[in-house]
């Protein structure tokens, strides 16, 4: 499909806080769990967006650290439908050169989910063309204190020295270790807040908050947000331009 816009600008890196699926079912008499089904339909079309535009890495929040507190039947069958969409989607995946990543401690997933789960990672590992990210009972403030701990060990062992850890050092420790920081982070729903969400990854993204829910969130949709995007101006702290100095 022809690209609806140009991008004025690179984007190497979405992420995607994907909510509202339970309100989605919920508008339409169903039961909230066919809103996360239908949400993993989303996920391989928005990779496919950004696969037009040459967005190499995509980051989609599909289950915190604080979804436990959630109805064990709605955990149940998120997972399933997380278990249906890698055995789904895993040879399109595969003929993409996608490779898959998971950011967060898989160690607690369902012993099905997680075998499928690292098989996907496994099968995919060696592909170069893009990344898909899918944040697994991943929460920002464990990432970081798992790679304060991790150099903590390294500083104990003499592996590292006190001195030479910098922000560098901090990022080699996190989940994304080698990808690029995010440049534009989505939020569908309408809900203005980034939830705990790859907060080191997101320090310099331009948020773009949708009212859409995220079962609703298609082509038109994201382009929306790339549009929204393209009238940014990117400064990461400084000025436009020398007159700006005076």
């Given at each position: 499909?022809?690209?609806?816009?140009?991008?004025?600008?690179?984007?190497?890196?979405?992420?995607?806080?994907?909510?509202?699926?339970?309100?989605?079912?919920?508008?339409?008499?169903?039961?909230r769990?066919?809103g996360?089904?239908?949400?993993c339909?989303?996920?391989?079309?928005?990779?496919d967006?950004?696969?037009?535009?040459?967005?190499?890495?995509?980051s989609?929040?599909?289950f915190?650290?604080?979804?436990?507190?959630?109805?064990?039947?709605?955990?149940k069958?998120?997972?399933?439908?997380?278990?249906?969409f890698f055995k789904?989607?895993?040879?399109?995946?595969?003929?993409?050169?996608?490779?898959?990543?998971v950011?967060?401690?898989?160690?607690?997933?369902?012993p099905?989910?997680?075998?499928t789960?690292?098989?996907?990672?496994?099968?995919t590992?060696?592909n170069?063309?893009?990344?898909?990210?899918?944040?697994?009972?991943?929460g920002?403030?464990?990432?970081?204190?798992?790679?304060?701990?991790?150099?903590?060990?390294?500083?104990?062992?003499g592996?590292?020295?006190?001195?030479?850890?910098?922000?560098q050092?901090?990022?080699?420790?996190?989940?994304?270790?080698?990808?690029?920081?995010?440049?534009?982070?989505?939020?569908?729903?309408?809900?203005?807040?980034?939830?705990?969400?790859l907060?080191?990854?997101?320090?310099?993204a331009e948020?773009?908050f949708?009212?859409v829910?995220?079962?609703?969130?298609k082509?038109?949709e994201?382009v929306?947000?790339?549009?929204e995007?393209?009238?940014?101006?990117?400064?990461?702290?400084?000025?436009?331009n020398e007159?700006?100095?005076?």
């Open positions: 499909m022809k690209n609806e816009i140009t991008l004025n600008k690179p984007i190497k890196h979405v992420a995607i806080i994907m909510d509202g699926n339970g309100r989605w079912a919920k508008k339409r008499g169903l039961p769990t066919l996360h089904k239908e949400a339909n989303r996920i391989v079309e928005i990779f967006y950004c696969v037009d535009y040459d967005i190499k890495v995509v989609f929040y599909a915190s650290t604080e979804n436990w507190k959630r109805p064990k039947s709605e955990i069958f998120l997972f399933q439908y997380l278990e249906i789904r989607e895993i040879d399109k995946i595969m003929k993409d050169g996608t490779r898959i990543i950011s967060g401690d898989i160690s607690k997933l369902p099905k989910t997680r075998k789960t690292e098989e996907a990672i496994e099968k590992k060696n170069k063309n893009y990344v898909m990210n899918i944040c697994l009972n991943y920002g403030k464990e990432e970081l204190t798992r790679a304060a701990k991790l150099i903590a060990e390294e500083v104990k062992e592996k590292l020295a006190l001195e030479d850890i910098n922000e050092v901090m990022e080699n420790h996190l989940y994304t270790a080698g990808l690029p920081n995010v440049d534009l982070m989505i939020r569908t729903s309408g809900e203005v807040r980034t939830s705990n969400f907060p080191w990854q997101i320090a310099y948020y773009v949708t009212p829910l995220f079962p609703d969130f082509r038109k994201f929306d947000c790339l549009i995007f393209n009238k940014r101006n990117r400064r990461y702290g400084g000025l436009d007159k700006d100095n005076k």
